[in-house]
């Protein structure tokens, strides 16, 4: 794979990391707007389905940053070899 290919899987997975860190924080605010405010049913409906989404896109976070490293050692030992 050549270096810019490389580069550019980095960039990419480095934005997936700020889509799910930005959406864990946006959805873990309203899980907890929902559980101070839990008064009906549907509330507590919605405030599991909110944890999952933050259990979700925190792997998913988790997962690209470690992609996101995978990438950038390999980044690294193509710039080593090529020197």
């Known amino acids: 794979m050549s ?7 980095v960039r990419f997975y480095t934005e997936m ?5 930005i959406t864990s924080i946006t959805v ?5 707007s929902l559980l101070l405010n839990m008064d009906s049913g549907l509330k507590a409906i ?18 690209s940053f470690l992609k996101a490293l995978d990438y950038m050692k390999e ?3 193509l710039n080593k070899g090529g020197k």
């Open 3 to 9: 270096e810019e290919a490389v580069k550019e899987k």
């Open 17 to 21: 990391v700020k889509l799910g860190a």
């Open 28 to 32: 873990g605010g309203g899980g907890v």
């Open 46 to 63: 919605l405030f599991l389905l909110s944890i999952l989404l933050v259990l979700s896109s925190a792997i998913f976070t988790v997962s």
């Open 75 to 77: 980044l690294e030992r």
